[in-house]
């Protein structure tokens, strides 16, 4: 059973957001070097699975890890030999690949503007 409901994902991701905007003031008021951290993998995976339930209608998606499977989503429509990627990026940067990733579906989902809460999805 996915537990990962919308409410743990709005939380986890309202607590984040807080985490990284204070931490962008200490930067600017104190001229700290502090480097960000990334988006959770929990919350940038389950935010794709939330917009695949409820845009493409696949009620079947879930949290692989809240399942018990290999990737990143799990999904009824798509080969479990090859389970579903996903890629978040909040820059112009590259994204990065094992050199043993096997994947057969892979989503990105652009955050590059997501302190205003716009995030995009592309399905490749």
């Avoid at 919350?43 to 990737?71: H, L, M, P, R």
Wanted: hydrophobic share 30%; proline share 6%; charged share 25%.
């Amino acid at each position: 059973m996915d537990n990962y409901t919308p409410e743990v994902l709005q939380g986890l991701y309202q607590r984040y957001k807080d985490s990284y905007e204070y931490i962008a003031k200490l930067k600017d008021e104190k001229n700290l070097p502090i480097r960000q951290q990334n988006p959770p993998e929990d919350i940038t995976e389950n935010i794709v699975k939330f917009i695949i339930q409820n845009y493409e209608g696949d009620a079947s998606c879930k949290w692989a890890k809240a399942i018990g499977k290999n990737g990143d989503l799990y999904s009824d429509k798509y080969n479990h030999e090859y389970p579903i990627e996903v890629k978040a990026f909040t820059s112009n940067g590259p994204s990065q690949f094992g050199p043993r990733k096997k994947f057969g579906v892979l989503y990105f989902l652009d955050m590059r503007n997501w302190l205003n809460n716009i995030l995009v999805k592309l399905h490749i």
